[in-house]
Nanobody, 119 residues
Framework: QVQLVESGGGLVQPGGSLRLSCAAS????????MGWYRQVPGKEREFVAA???????NYADSVKGRFTISGDNAKNTVYLQMNSLKPEDTALYYC?????????????WGQGTQVTVSS
């Protein structure tokens, strides 16, 4: 059973930066189709960013130009560099691998890492 462990969240002022990490406990791991998602209480989990094995990336419109997803196959880790943070970025952030069907995912969700943007 692959476990995903997210870390790096915290409290930051508007305009600040954070770098999130997602470590996968898998003997065989690929960053292909790994992504970051976020959720606030009372709302659906939403897509933030994704990466492929060729390092092609995709971002939600709300984070384009501010967030950067990257990954390291050797370290079984995916990262999310978040710059110019806004209060509306406050959420619990998760990582997972998108499944072959929309809305499906390969792994069980981890515990997430909380990001709070506030002055």
């Amino acid at each position: 059973q692959v476990q995903l462990v997210e870390s790096g969240g915290g409290l930051v002022q508007p305009g600040g930066s954070l770098r999130l990490s997602c470590a996968a406990s898998a003997s065989i791991f690929s960053i292909n189709r790994m992504g970051w998602y976020r959720q606030v209480p009372g709302k659906e989990r939403e897509f933030v960013a994704a990466i492929t094995s060729t390092r092609s990336t995709n971002y939600a419109d709300s984070v384009k130009g501010r967030f950067t997803i990257s990954g390291d196959n050797a370290k079984n880790t995916v990262y999310l560099q978040m710059n110019s943070l806004k209060p509306e970025d406050t959420a619990l952030y998760y990582c997972n691998k998108a499944g072959s069907l929309p809305g499906t995912y390969y792994y069980n969700w981890g515990q997430g890492t909380q990001v709070t943007v506030s002055s």
